[in-house]
């Protein structure tokens, strides 16, 4: 995993069991503009994160706020690049379309000179918690960017695990459909889904930090998740095509807690867990399994597509050596983009 530190001027304090403290940046710090829905517009903070908003992408004129919120609390441990910024609109005004979110760098210098941060994400939070957006990518000077359809509170996340995980478990995407040849051997390339609906288990409960002050406990999960098709003629009359289904996971839990977390919980920072610039970091593989299975695309009267046992239409979209297939699981909207093999 590549581990960066903030690019401010960096003071290592000795602290308690040998572990170390960083000063962090000024925060809160904000900036805000008149934005005209039909004109779009640009919001820039002095670190170089920065919204752009396109032309139509809200509802009305608006006052729009990019604010740094806080580069303190679990901020401190390497795993994350910078500060928690937030976006948001007065007025009442609400987004029809999406807009550009760039956040910087270890260096937290727009012009400076960053590392890779290939697997580094935008983490936004939406009604399943804490996720990668489906786009984050990287940019100059280890900065990564992301697009987003709603307001509220983001990070820059570097790579969790060696080799880097890619942007899943985030239903936050753009996406259209149209026709092509399903037939053939398939690999999947990315997956934006609910946890649910990968079928490799759920959870809730657990102990309750919310008592911790903010920004002083984080906990998020993210997956590495396999699957091949291979997609041949329909079985039998009444049916598209038919399918086997080969597949492989791991989800992975991530938490952090500060000092004064831990004290209020009565809890040390013992294995998995390591402690780091005085943030008390876990890693933890939840569930990982492989297993196999078969489905078929019905042709329904209205000529559209959906899996046995799931009236929900299915959409596809087929061009060349690319396959993306787009459906409503019971568990929220499944977007799946496969390479032929």
């Known amino acids: 995993m590549s581990q960066r530190l903030f ?14 403290v960083r000063e962090t940046p000024e925060h809160p710090v904000s900036v805000s503009s008149v934005v005209v829905a ?18 139509g ?36 005004a609400t987004l029809t379309g999406r807009y550009t979110l760039t956040l910087p760098g270890p260096g937290s210098d727009e012009t400076a000179a960053g590392g890779e941060t290939d697997g580094a994400c935008v983490l936004g939070e939406g009604a399943e918690g804490w996720r ?15 697009t987003a359809s709603r307001f509220g509170e983001f990070l820059h996340r570097l790579p969790l ?17 149209c026709d092509g040849d399903l037939l053939g051997e398939w690999e999947l390339l990315f997956i934006v889904a609910p946890f649910d609906a990968l079928g490799v288990g759920s959870w809730s409960g657990g102990e309750d930090f919310s008592d911790c002050a903010p920004h002083h406990h984080h906990k998020a999960r993210t997956a590495e998740y396999h699957e091949r098709l291979v997609i041949g003629p329909p079985w039998e009359e009444g049916q598209a095509a038919c399918m086997e289904i080969f597949r492989s996971y791991a989800v992975y839990e991530f938490s952090y807690f ?15 867990c ?8 876990c890693a933890i593989k939840k569930v990982s399994g492989d ?29 060349g050596d690319t396959l993306a297939i787009a459906y409503e699981d019971p568990a929220g909207p499944v977007l799946k983009v496969f390479r032929r093999k």
């Open 7 to 20: 690019p401010v001027v960096l003071v290592l304090l000795t602290a308690c069991g040998g572990s170390t």
């Open 38 to 55: 039909a004109e779009g517009g640009t919001l820039t903070l002095p670190d170089g994160a920065r919204v752009d908003l396109p032309a």
């Open 57 to 92: 992408a809200l509802t009305t004129d608006a006052t729009v706020i990019l604010e740094r919120v806080t580069c303190d609390g679990y901020l401190r441990h390497p795993d994350f690049a910078g500060c928690l910024y937030e976006v948001r609109a007065e007025g009442g």
């Open 132 to 146: 990668c957006q489906g786009d984050s990518a990287a940019a100059d000077g280890g900065r990564v960017t992301a």
């Open 161 to 177: 695990l060696e080799g880097s995980l890619s942007p899943t478990l985030v239903w936050d995407l753009p996406f259209s459909v």
């Open 258 to 272: 500060t000092q004064a977390c831990l004290d209020l919980h009565d809890r040390g920072c013992s294995p998995p």
């Open 274 to 281: 390591a402690k780091v610039d005085g943030v008390c970091g």
């Open 291 to 319: 297993g196999g299975g078969g489905d078929c695309l019905l042709e329904n009267p209205d000529g559209s597509l959906s899996f046995d046992g799931n009236p929900n239409p299915v959409h596809h979209c087929a061009q």
